[in-house]
């Protein structure tokens, strides 16, 4: 079975609302107030560190202690809200269906933790239409490694090299890349910038076009 492969924040669904509202939380904690806003959607999809950084950056308080002593909070907050704010693409889960009309099986990797993963994908009641499922904790690396990206093809079955990533980032073309095997990037998403840039096999303006898309670069879906 041919797999298509999803990263999940800025690709399948906007979560930077949320994100960022955890990262506030640590901000407030420290006394700080809310430090970042919406214009730094980009940077929370870089995860919970990548805000904390720029927050501490931003007011001149730049401290790898402070990271570390408020990212557990940072990810407890998230966890407790993490889908406030959260939306789905329009027309994603759509294609998503397509696709597996089609044939072909889909999975998500994400460097999002696999049981926030899992919690975020129940609330926004979507978490079975996925075949597999690896997270950043799932094994001992993560992306842009591609051992994560092949597992998430195996655990749907057939050839894990027969596979396909759609994301939002550098990290996930540098993942499709060292797994040799095609990304799609999608330019829809707070990541935003030049996607083109990267080099990606195929760029995803609509998630109307994915199917095509794939069949293109799969055209072999059993």
Request: net charge negative; charged share 20%.
């Amino acid at each position: 079975m041919a797999a298509v492969i999803f990263d999940l924040d800025g690709t399948l669904a906007d979560t930077s609302g949320d994100l960022l509202a955890a990262a506030n939380y640590c901000f407030r904690d420290m006394g700080l107030g809310n430090v970042l806003g919406s214009e730094d959607a980009a940077v929370a999809l870089r995860g919970g560190r990548a805000m904390l950084s720029l927050g501490l950056k931003r007011v001149n308080q730049v401290d790898e202690t402070t990271i570390n002593t408020y990212y557990p909070m940072l990810l407890e907050a998230y966890g407790d809200a993490i889908s406030v704010y959260t939306k789905l693409y329009d027309g994603a889960m759509d294609a998503v269906e397509t696709l597996k009309s089609q044939g072909y099986g889909v999975g998500i990797c994400t460097n999002k933790p696999e049981g926030l993963a899992d919690q975020l994908l129940r609330d926004l009641g979507v978490r079975h239409v996925f075949g597999s499922l690896v997270g950043a904790d799932t094994l001992p690396v993560r992306k842009p490694d591609p051992a994560p990206l092949l597992e998430a093809a195996r655990l749907l079955g057939g050839d894990p090299k027969s596979c396909i990533l759609v994301g939002d980032s550098d990290t996930d073309r540098n993942t499709a890349k060292a797994a040799g095997v095609p990304s799609v990037l999608v330019t829809f998403g707070p990541a935003g910038g030049d996607m083109s840039a990267l080099k990606p096999e195929a760029l995803l303006n609509d998630f109307a076009a994915l199917p095509s898309v794939v069949a293109a670069l799969l055209p072999t879906a059993i």
